[in-house]
């Protein structure tokens, strides 16, 4: 393949990455809006927000494993016109069941796009220092997608109505599927053996189980949530055992035995978990709060995604000086120092906190995530690219998606407590009780109520919200805190490019084609 047109294929497969990025959280945005015309309530609301996370994570493993078999390019084209549907149908949904009935159906279809994304580009780009840098423009995509669909949300809903962030989706799914018929091969693994059906019903019952009671025990444990959560960990546990026992396994349990593969996943999930938190709370922060409008609230995000971007693009020059676990390190220490500057935010400003909070969380997702996808990508066998992408993906799905429900409900419990505790006399339990739902909600009643009420309901309302984000970024900061650990002891070997096991699929030795320092294959170390 040319050079040309390899990298004109990595520009077909960053479009479908970005999309599923973007409809991660351009919603917060929209939340205002939404909730003003469908009226959610909280719960159906943190579930219109995440379902699609919580799909995604639940499917990708499954997806990943098909699109080993039965090839890479053939699944994005089966998921490109299911997600251009279900956002459609997004768009134009007139209740909130609807729309947490689309979100699912979003998040299938972007579970078959994600894993051949990733997957394609392992043998689009066999030699690593341009598969390094392909990585690199991927997560910029991807990490930039979640900072920028606030931004694009802002945009749109200053000209449209808030079906207009989903319907953007569709025409660019068709674009997408006529340039992947031209420019993208077809890549799958050449002995992926015999599908197995209970490791996929398995994997995808355990998922979901875990996800849903970790959601729910956030906001009200109970022994229903423990007994979900238990029989999610046995589900999973019956898959791990049974993944080891296949001669061709849905997930392939040797990869975590690979230098820096389980470091990078878990670095991965916590620094997604803490971005997509706070990603819940800022854009209500500078539109409920501050009182900006939509267009204007996104050219104040619009720092935190350049950040991102610059911090992925960055990332390999930086990898090829200095060790990758030191770049890696240093994004998740500006990660941390961003949400401890988060946690200082106020209902009445500065902006320049919330720049300077926003610049350095850009900037350390940024340099951490492009490197621990490339130790993840580049460490697997190439026939197990798509598996290996899936386990990436999934991690990052799932950190994602618990991020917005564990810190979201987190944040929103604590706005409810605090706007309970400290409501203005003169409201009625059933306004308080409205009013404890969203702050959008808060905003509607406030504006029914009588000037002085009003008022002091909306500030109210406005410091408890703050009080609850503040909550949530200083958590992330405490849990970064055991990425910035796991980075450092985790990450300490050399990486080299993976081997595929031998045909049999023996415990033989696996060959590495060179050394991980040898300036051909521009190999980068992970330690010191």
Do not use: C, N
């Given at each position: 393949m040319?050079?040309?047109r390899r990298w004109s294929a990595l520009a077909v497969l960053v479009l479908p990455v970005l999309l599923i990025s973007i409809d991660m959280s351009v919603l917060g945005v929209a939340v205002p809006a939404l909730s003003a015309d469908l009226e959610p309530s909280s719960s159906q609301l943190l579930w219109i927000i995440d379902l699609y996370s919580f799909l995604l994570a639940g499917m990708l493993v499954l997806m990943g494993s098909l699109g080993?078999?039965?090839?890479?390019?053939?699944?994005?084209?089966?998921?490109?016109?299911?997600?251009?549907?279900?956002?459609?149908?997004?768009?134009?949904?007139?209740?909130?069941?609807?729309?947490?009935?689309?979100?699912?159906?979003?998040?299938?279809?972007?579970?078959?796009?994600?894993?051949?994304?990733?997957?394609?580009?392992?043998?689009?780009?066999?030699?690593?220092?341009?598969?390094?840098?392909?990585?690199?423009?991927?997560?910029?995509?991807?990490?930039?997608?979640?900072?920028?669909?606030?931004?694009?949300g802002g945009l749109l809903l200053e000209h449209f109505w808030w079906g207009s962030v989903f319907l953007i989706n569709v025409p660019v799914m068709v674009v997408f599927m006529v340039a992947a018929l031209v420019l993208l091969?077809?890549?799958?693994?050449?002995?992926p053996g015999p599908f197995d059906v209970p490791s996929a019903l398995l994997s995808i019952a355990g998922l979901l189980l875990v996800v849903y009671s970790l959601k729910s025990a956030v906001?009200?444990?109970?022994?229903?949530?423990?007994?979900?959560?238990?029989?999610?960990?046995?589900?999973?546990?019956?898959?791990?055992?049974?993944?080891?026992?296949?001669?061709?396994?849905?997930?392939?349990?040797?990869?975590f035995a690979r230098p820096g593969f389980s470091a990078a996943v878990l670095v991965n999930v916590i620094a997604v978990f803490t971005l997509l938190g706070v990603m819940f709370f800022f854009p209500q922060?500078?539109?409920?709060?501050?009182?900006?409008?939509?267009?204007?609230?996104?050219?104040?995000l619009l720092p935190l995604a350049l950040a991102t971007i610059a911090g992925a693009l960055t990332s390999p020059a930086l990898a090829r000086v200095v060790p990758v676990r030191v770049v890696i390190v240093t994004g998740l220490a500006l990660l941390t120092t961003g949400m401890l500057l988060a946690s200082r935010l106020e209902a009445a400003g500065p902006l320049s906190t919330f720049v300077a909070s926003s610049l350095l969380i850009g900037l350390g997702i940024g340099l951490a995530e492009t490197l621990t996808n490339d130790v993840i990508l580049t460490t697997a066998p190439p026939s197990r690219a798509g598996a290996a992408s899936a386990i990436s993906e999934t991690g990052y799905e799932f950190g994602g998606a618990m991020g917005t429900a564990v810190l979201g409900t987190l944040g929103m419990a604590v706005y409810a407590r605090g706007l309970g505790a400290g409501a203005p006399a003169g409201l009625d339990p059933a306004q308080v009780a409205g009013a404890s739902q969203t702050l959008g909600a808060a905003h509607e009643i406030a504006g029914s109520l009588p000037g002085?009420?009003?008022?002091?309901?909306?500030?109210q309302a406005s410091q408890a919200f703050v009080a609850g984000m503040d909550v949530v970024a200083a958590t992330s900061a405490v849990?970064?805190?055991?990425?910035v650990v796991i980075a450092f002891r985790g990450l300490a070997g050399p990486v080299t490019d993976g081997a595929d096991p031998a045909p049999a699929d023996?415990?033989?030795?696996?060959?590495?084609?060179?050394?991980?320092?040898?300036?051909?294959?521009?190999?980068?170390r992970v330690g010191a």
């Open positions: 040319s050079v040309l080993d078999r039965f090839g890479r390019r053939r699944l994005l084209l089966i998921g490109a016109p299911a997600f251009g549907l279900a956002s459609a149908l997004a768009a134009f949904s007139t209740s909130p069941e609807m729309l947490i009935a689309s979100r699912a159906l979003l998040g299938l279809g972007g579970a078959t796009l994600m894993p051949s994304t990733l997957g394609l580009l392992r043998t689009i780009f066999p030699e690593r220092r341009e598969r390094q840098a392909a990585i690199a423009v991927w997560a910029a995509a991807f990490s930039g997608g979640a900072a920028l669909g606030p931004v694009l091969p077809e890549s799958k693994d050449p002995h906001k009200d444990a109970g022994w229903v949530d423990l007994a979900t959560l238990v029989a999610g960990a046995a589900l999973l546990t019956v898959f791990v055992r049974r993944q080891r026992r296949l001669e061709h396994p849905m997930i392939d349990t040797r990869l922060y500078l539109m409920l709060v501050l009182g900006m409008g939509s267009a204007q609230a996104g050219l104040w002085e009420i009003g008022l002091a309901l909306t500030q849990v970064l805190l055991a990425a023996t415990a033989g030795p696996e060959a590495d084609p060179a050394p991980a320092d040898t300036p051909a294959t521009g190999s980068a």
